[in-house]
């Protein structure tokens, strides 16, 4: 029979709650699997995000030392890179998240403090001495998970402009790279580009086509999020000498992981132009660095193509 799909927002919660992997990352090789103390401490999230309802203010949480150390590091190391090689909507906003929502180097942010943000994003303009202010509604809101959804599932809150969250800190062994997304990968990665119209807008139409698709349409639209919205880097135009191209980074898997950032604007990595038909045939790799990129020059020519796409379906 026809695939099951949520029909309002509170049916997110019968979706959202279908974890298939808790701490996928946390196979024999994983860091934190011989840490004791770390298992007990991501059962702690895994029971908050398990209890939550759609509505629900997302509980806070009380970092351990330990957890806003790592914090502080990746912070430090990411912000310098982000100066280079972020892309400007990104640090446009980023800067509004510092301002608003407590981030810095010395404090985990709250999720419950951005939900709030992107839910109403005013934007103060100082022109002379009147003071304007302009109301951006993204409206996108955050929802605690415990660790993987399906892609279907997943896909499926983005049509609601909800995004579901990891809240546990990476394990400390290896803060530049971790093979499962963490809440510096969402904090440090995503948050920031939730705030720009036009990103929220394109997020939201690949959960909107994800709605009741085929297995088939499913895993494509999957594949297409995973190299924009994880992976995508935009060209920015050619450098004036050598006639390179000059890439800038909006992905959030590339944005919260100092190591694979590095890898990405390196010279060894392969960039190629995103072209649905092109993307979909790309393999995600899940625990480790891409083997390619895709790059596009702006998030209106990466919605166009997905549209076209889209009616395809
Ligand atoms: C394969 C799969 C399993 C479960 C749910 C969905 C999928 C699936 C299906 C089709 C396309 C992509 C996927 C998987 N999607 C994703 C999405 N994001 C990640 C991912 C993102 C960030 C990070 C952290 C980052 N490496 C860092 O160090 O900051 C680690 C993993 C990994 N996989
Ligand atoms: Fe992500």
Known sequence: GAVWFPKSIYDLDICCRRVIMYGAGLDADHPGFKDDEYRKRRMMFADIALNYKQGD????????????????????????LHQKHACAEYLENFELLEQHCG????????LEDISNFLKSNYIFFLTGITKYVFAVKTGFRLRPVAGYLSA???????AFRVFNCTQYVRHHADPFYTPEPDTVH?????????????????????????????????SKLATLYFFSIEFGLCCVGHDRITNKPKYKIYGAGLLSSAGELQHAIG???EIIRFDPDRVVQQECLITTFQNAYFYTKNFDEAQQKLRYVFWKM
Do not use: C
């Open 152 to 158: 279907r599932d997943f896909l499926a809150g983005l």
């Open 267 to 269: 010279e060894k990595s």
């Open 103 to 110: 981030y810095s180097d010395s404090n985990v942010p709250q």
């Open 57 to 80: 203010p997302i509980p806070r949480v009380e970092y351990t030392a330990k957890e806003t150390a790592t914090w502080k590091i990746i912070y430090r190391k990411l912000r310098e």
């Open 186 to 218: 969402e904090l440090m990665g995503h948050m920031a580009l939730f705030a720009d119209p036009d990103f929220a807008q394109f997020s939201q139409e690949i959960g909107l086509a994800s709605l009741g698709t085929s297995d088939e349409d499913l």
